[in-house]
């Protein structure tokens, strides 16, 4: 490709990444998102309240200015969040709303540039263009919208680069402290440990395990008895009632509630038993695929397993896709390195499937069908890139193609 055409393909996706960013900066109402809760909990929680009381009261007690532009998303709806991740965004709290908000974005864009440079070139990107890369990552739907929304994608993002990178180096601990963090984030990164298990990583587990449980359970503390029967016994089954079967929600339980909800109700009705033995058969093929997978194409069973880990617990959401990222990135440089034209159309579908649904009204149409497709398309863009490489062997890469593209076989770049 010509220097100066490789110039003017950098500056438009750096062009295109600040403005991406700046756009949600200046959001126009800078509540609505799902940093608020967990601002306004930390705050009731250095004050000695219950972290999990109902958002709006706590907002309406340390944000009475923000109160008539925050929406609930349902009657006494409150912050589902693990306190752990409560305790972690702790220190924000002691700053101004506005401030803190500016300063999670912040952080999360460290976080999320840092996390897919690293990752561009432990995959062979040269040295020049990996951050370049790593901020056309921030174009894609699902990273906008976790920016617009202010989540902790972004950190949970360089959690996982860190200890896929840990491990590589053999820094059992640093991998396994990296993953127990990311587990008492979210509990769902759990389901790392099966491709640690195949790979016999029981020194990284134990080091997982072991950071999960003690930053779990000293954040239970910090939290309280009570306000941990609140999130148990109310926040959790609520949130889960009402965003179980949400367009946001693409995991196949979620996809599974929203097509029965099409189906007259009645649990002993056949359509009702079928519907649950074909889920509860999705889940072990799933687990089995999981187990069982070469990973070919990824050259590592750690990033094949994330589709799988947002697949198989119950609530994961469209932005949650930014995890994916590096198994994407794998995909891509893979197929480039071995012209795998049946790979590179895989890859195609599931990139599309990714982007699709943030095409505005998709998932929103006059048909419950329409509606029914678009929200489960991410859902399909997950089994296409967690099945990417079954049935496919291997194949050598050709070095004359990886020179000319600027890309390396030993991932230095």
């Known amino acids: 490709m010509p220097r100066q055409l490789r110039r003017v393909i950098a500056g438009v996706l750096v062009a295109l990444a600040v403005a991406m960013v700046t756009s949600r900066v200046a959001y126009r109402n800078e509540v609505v998102n799902d940093f608020t809760p967990d601002y306004v909990a930390a705050r009731a929680l250095f004050d000695g309240g219950d972290p999990y009381a109902p958002t709006e009261q706590l907002v309406a007690r340390y944000l009475p200015d923000k109160l008539a532009s925050y929406e609930t998303d349902f009657a006494g709806e409150r912050n589902p969040h693990t306190p752990f991740q409560i305790v972690l965004l702790g220190p924000l709290a002691m700053l101004s709303y506005s401030n803190a908000r500016l300063a999670i974005l912040a952080l999360s864009l460290i976080a999320f540039v840092g996390a897919m440079t690293i990752t561009a070139r432990r995959f062979g990107i040269a040295r020049a263009w990996a951050p370049i890369v790593a901020s056309g990552f921030l174009i894609l739907p699902p990273t906008q919208e976790e920016f617009e929304l202010v989540q902790i994608h972004s950190v949970m993002l360089l959690l996982l680069v860190v200890g896929w990178w840990a491990l590589s180096h053999r820094y059992q601990m640093v991998g396994g402290l990296a993953l127990g963090c990311l587990a008492a984030l979210k509990l769902y990164p759990l389901l790392l440990i099966i491709p640690l298990l195949k790979k016999r990583e029981l020194r990284t587990i134990a080091w997982m395990l ?87 194409t990824a050259g590592d069973l750690y990033w094949v397993a994330v589709p799988w880990m947002l697949l198989l617990t119950p609530l994961s959401w469209k932005f949650s896709m930014v995890l994916t990222y590096p198994l994407l990135l794998s995909l891509f440089v893979r197929d480039i390195r071995t012209r795998s034209a049946p790979r590179i159309r895989m890859l195609a579908i599931a990139a599309t499937l990714v982007v699709l649904p943030f095409v505005p009204g998709l998932a929103g149409g006059a048909s419950d069908t329409l509606f029914l497709v678009g929200a489960t398309l991410p859902t399909f863009g997950l089994l296409a890139l967690a099945a990417v490489d079954l049935g496919i062997p291997p194949e050598k890469p050709e070095t004359s193609d990886d020179q000319r593209l600027g890309i390396t076989l030993g991932g230095r770049g």
């Open 210 to 296: 072991g950071s999960f449980a003690g930053l779990t359970g000293s954040s239970l503390a910090l939290v309280g008895i009570q306000s941990t029967r609140t999130l148990l016994a109310v926040a959790g089954p609520e949130n889960y009632a009402f965003w179980g079967s949400h367009p946001l929600n693409i995991s196949l339980v979620g996809s599974f509630r929203r097509w029965m909800a099409t189906v007259p109700p009645g649990w002993d009705s056949p359509s009702w038993i079928l519907a649950i033995l074909t889920l509860g058969l999705a889940v072990m093929v799933g687990l089995l695929m999981l187990l069982r997978t070469p990973a070919y």
